[in-house]
């Protein structure tokens, strides 16, 4: 079997590579990617990207179809991948997250590839009460980076049939420690703040709802993804990927981190405007047709996870939030540097 990853070289992609190592010993595994986090590297050793047959390094708005020439699955990762960096670079995130994943998906059918996995996003879900959302729920993405995750899975749905099968993995928010670790994410960032300074700040209220999973388990849930029966879900298949068990509020993430590490303080601010973006998610789906591949990695285990990754990185950066273990961080320092232009191009190709 023939599998492409776009986006690998991110915070799941290494995950992805070491699952599938494991799971599927004789796969060529090939990677796509821009490149924006190659030297975010977090473990020792050899770079996630040796673990593949091939790394390509190219721009998803400009893929080259050629590349997915007996390929017979395609893992789509490439994107934009949270809000601050959707509202800074708007149309940027349109075009990579939207348009590039339906053109990529195209030339996947056309070049006779059977399986495609997107990497959605639970967040489309925006605003909600606090009734659990299922697929079929109306959805109310609040950001760019939501409303580009809706948008790429009503085009994707239509291609989907004449043995082409299509999953869009509506993922919770991903949490744990990875070969290119990011503390833009709740949980993570809350355990980088316990272990740098004794402090978790809560910036909202303390109270959206968050559902989270760990990129092992998202990495399970891919491997799953490729082999899925299309005669269960059909060739279109939109799924929530987590577990019913893991709906967390916010506050309830930090008071989980305090548990685990003695004598942190919690800061909630009781001022903060409520954090719109709120949403619990039903899993029943995911469960009944991914039976074998659900999430094992639990709330306790991935931050212990974490603080062993922090431990090994000799991690020191109370100021962390300003660093470059933010996405958003990241691109503004190579956008400074002059390697990146605005619409987030590296120069050097011009
Ligand atoms: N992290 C989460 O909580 C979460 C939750 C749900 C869904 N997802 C989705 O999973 C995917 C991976 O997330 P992540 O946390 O690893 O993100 P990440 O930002 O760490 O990695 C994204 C990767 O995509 C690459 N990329 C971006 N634009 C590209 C382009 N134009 N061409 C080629 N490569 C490009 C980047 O270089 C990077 O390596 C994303 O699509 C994200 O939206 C993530």
Redesign the pocket.
């Known amino acids: 079997m023939k599998i492409l990853i ?2 690998n ?5 290494p995950a992805v590579n070491h699952q599938f190592r494991a799971s599927r010993p004789d796969a060529v595994l090939l990677g ?6 190659g030297n975010c590297v977090t473990t020792p050793g050899a770079l996630p990207e040796c673990l593949l047959d091939v790394q390509y390094f ?4 400009s893929f080259p179809a050629d590349i997915l020439d007996g390929v017979d699955a395609v893992i789509h ?5 949270n809000d601050p960096m959707g509202n800074t670079y708007e149309q940027v995130t349109f075009d ?1 997250n939207h348009r ?1 994943s339906v053109d990529v998906a195209k030339k996947a059918k056309a070049r006779g590839v059977k399986a495609f996995v997107f ?3 639970c967040s489309m879900y925006g605003s909600a009460d606090d009734r659990p959302k299922k697929e079929g729920d109306p959805l109310n993405p609040l950001t760019a980076y939501a409303k580009s995750k809706v948008y790429t899975e009503r085009d994707l749905q239509p291609l989907a049939g004449d043995g082409f099968k299509v999953t869009c993995l509506r ?1 919770s ?2 949490c744990g420690m990875s070969d ?1 670790l ?1 503390l833009d ?1 709740v949980l993570n960032d809350f355990v980088a703040g316990a272990f740098t300074s004794k402090r978790i700040t809560i910036l909202s209220d303390g109270t959206p709802w968050r559902p989270l999973i760990n990129i092992k388990d998202m990495a399970r849930a891919i491997d799953w993804a490729i082999d899925r029966d299309p005669s269960a879900g059909g060739p279109f298949l939109a799924v929530n990927v987590g577990s019913d068990d893991w709906n967390y509020q916010v506050k309830e993430l930090a008071q989980a981190v305090a548990l685990v590490v003695p004598g942190v303080e919690v800061s909630i601010n009781p001022n903060a405007q409520p954090d719109k973006r709120s949403y619990r998610v039903n899993f029943e789906l995911f469960k009944k047709l991914a039976p074998n591949h659900q999430p094992q990695v639990d709330l306790k285990a991935t931050i212990q996870e974490l603080w062993d990754g922090l431990v090994a990185l000799r991690f020191k950066d109370a100021d962390f939030r300003n660093s470059h273990y933010m ?1 958003l961080k990241v691109l503004e320092s190579l956008r400074d540097k002059g390697a990146l232009d605005e619409n987030l191009c590296w120069r050097n190709k011009r």
């Open positions: 776009t986006g070289m991110g915070y799941v992609g796509f990617d821009m490149g924006y986090f190219g721009d998803m708005r990762l490439a994107g934009i991948s990579i590039s990497a959605s996003s993922f928010t991903a290119r990011r994410l996405r």
